[in-house]
């Protein structure tokens, strides 16, 4: 579902990356498992700018048993934060690769008031960088709770499924790939309520802080995710006064 579902919102919109200017950096803010991945994954299709999550970064240098990966996985299988300067430095390096030229998706960055203040100045010190555009996704705690529960991801493509809510057409098996889907070790129930108490705990002042700055919206998340797409895009359009 996952997939048609993208393109329908891709090709309904009308959008394509030669109609409006760069989309410059957006933040997809929200709970653990409130869909920032799954939007984002929407937003690189119409807007042809990278999806940087944070996650996905520090589980392919748990996978790869780099230091850095090394250091975060007992973090990450807590439910804890990795330190700021490990995860602003993997920031960093990714923000240098050319493909974020004309803009870039953050997803599950910043997640302290820390981080949000060393993604300001870096931007800030970039002359030509358009302001952030922040949206907050939202959603219920229970239904969180099914979302990462029946969460399973495509370990070849890094597509995201839900058992219950977004199955794959075949069980067990991406759509795209065929491969066998994995589930993360960090979405049990216990190692969410960990994710949840530091959401709540150190983050949400980042929420606070982007709202505060304007060019800032909030979605709501408990809809089909075509509906939701559709709200994050026009949130975005509207922040960037392109609607
Ligand atoms: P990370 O990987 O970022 O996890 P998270 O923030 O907990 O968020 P999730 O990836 O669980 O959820 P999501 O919002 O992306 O939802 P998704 O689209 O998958 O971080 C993991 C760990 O890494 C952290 O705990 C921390 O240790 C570390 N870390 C990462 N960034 C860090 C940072 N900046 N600083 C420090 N440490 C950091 O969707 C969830 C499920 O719902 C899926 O099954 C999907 O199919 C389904 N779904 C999505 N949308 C819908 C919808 N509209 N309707 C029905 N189902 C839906
Ligand atoms: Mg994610």
């Known amino acids: 579902m996952s997939s048609s579902v993208s393109s329908g919102v891709a090709k309904s919109s009308g959008r394509d990356a030669g109609t409006k200017s760069a989309p410059g950096p957006i933040l997809l803010l929200g709970a653990p498992g409130v869909g920032k991945g799954t939007q984002a994954k929407e937003l690189v299709k119409i807007w042809h700018i990278p999806q940087i999550s944070t996650g996905d970064l520090l589980r392919s240098n748990v996978a790869h048993s780099t230091k850095l990966g090394q250091v975060a996985k007992e973090i990450m299988d807590r439910g804890d934060l990795v330190p700021d300067s490990l995860v602003n430095e993997m920031v960093a390096a990714r923000l240098l690769e050319p493909d974020t030229a004309r803009g870039f998706i953050l997803d599950g960055f910043p997640r302290t008031l820390g981080q949000a203040g060393w993604l300001d100045g870096r931007l800030a010190a970039q002359a030509d960088a358009l302001p952030v555009v922040a949206v907050r996704i939202q959603v219920d705690y229970n239904q969180l709770l099914r979302r990462i529960t029946g969460r399973r991801n495509c370990p070849?493509?890094?597509a995201i499924y839900n058992i219950y809510l977004n199955p794959p057409k075949k069980d067990g098996i991406c759509d795209v790939e065929g491969a066998a889907l994995i589930q993360r070790a960090d979405d049990?129930?216990?190692?969410?309520?960990?994710?949840?108490?530091?959401?709540s705990t150190l983050t949400a002042p980042v929420v606070d802080h982007y709202r505060a700055l304007g060019r800032f919206a909030e979605v709501d998340g408990d809809r089909p995710i075509a509906a939701v797409a559709a709200g994050v895009i026009s949130a975005v359009e509207g922040l960037r006064n392109w609607a």
């Open 156 to 158: 070849v493509c890094q």
């Open 188 to 199: 049990t129930e216990e190692v969410f309520k960990e994710r949840i108490h530091s959401y």
